[in-house]
């Protein structure tokens, strides 16, 4: 078998550059070894299939393979199962002229009555030793008109060669894939895309520089005819930047976290002329470049200018923030294809992206999460404490004014203060006031949980909190699965600690296995305050400190359990 390095015969008459160089012979069809060899084997061997299924994405050379297979069919002087492409056979079928090979796009003509009309005249003979039959996109033929097909196709003439191409095998019949020989066709590697590009620029006297032929590679995405098409365009423009959108101005944007900047972009590239599903299919195109350069280098496609751009680009983002980019758009894509204004999808995705606290995915929340962290200064030196409030009843003692030689050299007190636990208030927290871990968890345990569901109850009585920094509170779970189900409860328990701690707590789940068995940390319940006994007035040693209990004190107590005394 000839070796497929054979540039395509250019065809006169002929401007476009996919119809000029399309191959006329297996040994020009190129990137599809395994089809070739399978074809021009059984054409050499004389071991010719009644129906064949030719299925692959587009401009993969489907329909270009089944010309040859005809042509080589019907060929007068075949050389090593190849056409000649000289004989008159073969100038017929390249003309189209020929009696030999009939084409039918099932696209336009899926009806049962075209196929009936085609299946009819296949019993008919003609010149040539085989009549072959092309029907192109055979996955858009009805259902009537399908089944008519399978009738000739289960006892077809014995001259007969049918060849369906489609680029959806799963939509045709079972029943009609399987009376076929089905060869799947390949998308195009890049370098084998880039010998053909260049090997047409000089069969074709093109003035093409080496960076138009990769960008042109790189918009084909495995095709030869859009590589071909590419070229064309681009040679014929004279610059690769007017034939693509520039995304510079939001890649800036998102890396300055610039909301209107983005916006602004967004609206200039609209400007000049793209749609929004295109804009977003290009942006989501580079933007995979600058994820596979940061992950695998070798895959990426981009060259020269292009790849020291999108390399600085991903340094700036970060591989994290690029996979979420990249996921967001493609969100953003899947949802235009059924929203009236399609900008307003990618606007809103956009902005998303620059302002994750908008966004309620786990990455987004990771992602603010992070900027919390980075944006941690020095510890603030704590303010000092006011002097706790005495519940009415308990003892309560008054410091002894200190002098200069005092703090110099401190005393210890003549009366040991009593230390009473009380259930703390619900204490207003304001902007700059330091939150205590232990009182943190006790009110969240005791108080916040209570005002949450059902569900969120069952949920957060398996966690445990472990840690507070700063207004990052972070609870752990004993499973992902746990995890995950915080988002079901999110918005409920957001409103439980507003209510209680009145400021923003930032709550950072975390997975711990042995949590499995261990019920949520818990601090005891502090215990009711003990009845004292009743007496009218005990002096302390000390003439500093006078401890007072009277029977008022302890009427009051009975009857305000709880209340606070502010003096």
Request: with cysteine.
């Amino acid at each position: 078998m000839a070796e497929a390095t054979t540039v395509p015969s250019s065809t006169d008459g002929v401007t476009s550059l996919y119809r000029r160089f399309r191959p006329t012979r297996f040994a020009e069809i190129r990137g599809q070894d395994h089809v070739v060899r399978a074809l021009q084997g059984a054409v050499k061997n004389d071991r010719i299939s009644h129906a064949y299924l030719f299925s692959g994405p587009r401009g993969t050379g489907k329909t270009t393979a089944a010309r040859v297979l005809a042509k080589a069919l019907n060929c007068e002087n075949p050389q090593d199962g190849d056409a000649c492409c000289e004989c008159a056979s073969c100038l017929a079928i390249a003309r189209g002229s020929s009696l030999d090979v009939i084409e039918l796009d099932a696209a336009s003509n899926n009806g049962v009555d075209d196929i009936r009309e085609i299946t009819a005249g296949a019993w008919h003979g003609t010149p040539g030793r085989w009549k072959v039959y092309i029907f192109d996109e055979v996955h858009q033929l009805s259902k009537a008109a399908s089944a008519a097909l399978l009738k000739t196709l289960e006892e077809p003439p014995s001259h007969v060669v049918f060849v369906l191409a489609t680029t959806d095998p799963h939509k045709v019949l079972p029943t009609i894939r399987s009376r076929t020989q089905h060869l799947e066709f390949r998308l195009i590697a890049g370098d084998t895309l880039n010998a053909l590009l260049h090997d047409v620029q000089v069969a074709a006297g093109m003035d093409a520089d080496d960076a138009t032929i990769e960008t042109a590679v790189r918009l084909a995405r495995g095709s030869a005819r859009d590589a071909l098409s590419a070229l064309d365009q681009l040679v014929a423009t004279g610059s690769p930047t007017q034939t693509q959108p520039q995304f510079d101005g939001l890649f800036r944007a998102l890396v300055d976290e610039d909301a209107v900047q983005a916006l602004k972009s967004l609206a200039l590239l609209r400007q000049g002329g793209w749609d929004a599903e295109q804009l977003a299919e290009s942006f989501a195109g580079e933007v995979r470049q600058v994820f596979l350069l940061q992950v695998a280098p070798e895959v990426a496609d981009a060259v020269d200018a292009d790849r020291t751009r999108l390399l600085e680009w991903g340094s700036q983002l970060g591989l994290a923030r690029t996979v979420r980019v990249l996921e967001t758009i493609g969100r953003a894509m899947r949802e235009m294809k059924s929203a009236p204004e399609k900008i307003v999808i990618l606007e809103v995705a956009l902005v998303r992206l620059i302002k994750p606290e908008l966004d309620a995915s786990i990455d987004a929340l990771g992602e603010r999460v992070t900027k919390l962290e980075r944006g941690v200064r020095a510890p603030v030196p704590e303010a000092p404490r006011a002097a706790p409030l005495r519940p009415i009843g308990s003892t309560s003692t008054t410091a002894r004014s200190t002098t200069a030689s005092d703090a110099e050299s401190p005393r210890p007190s003549s009366v040991d203060e009593p230390k009473v636990e009380t259930a703390a208030p619900s204490v207003l927290a304001v902007p700059g006031e330091v939150l205590e871990f232990e009182d943190v968890r006790d009110r969240f345990i005791h108080r916040v949980v209570p005002r949450t569901s059902r569900a969120a109850q069952l949920l957060l009585k398996a966690a445990q909190v472990r840690s507070l920094e700063g207004q990052l509170l972070t609870i752990a779970l004993a499973s992902e699965e746990m995890r995950q189900n915080t988002e079901m409860i999110a918005q409920g328990l957001r409103g439980a600690l507003d209510h209680e701690f009145k400021c923003v707590l930032t709550i950072v789940w975390v997975v711990d296995p042995s949590l499995a068995s261990a019920p949520l940390t818990s601090v005891p319940r502090p215990k009711k305050q003990p009845v004292v006994e009743v007496v009218d007035e005990v002096y302390s040693p000390d003439e500093s400190v006078v401890v007072v209990t009277s029977a008022a004190d302890h009427l009051i107590t009975e009857m305000f359990p709880g209340a606070e005394e502010v003096r």
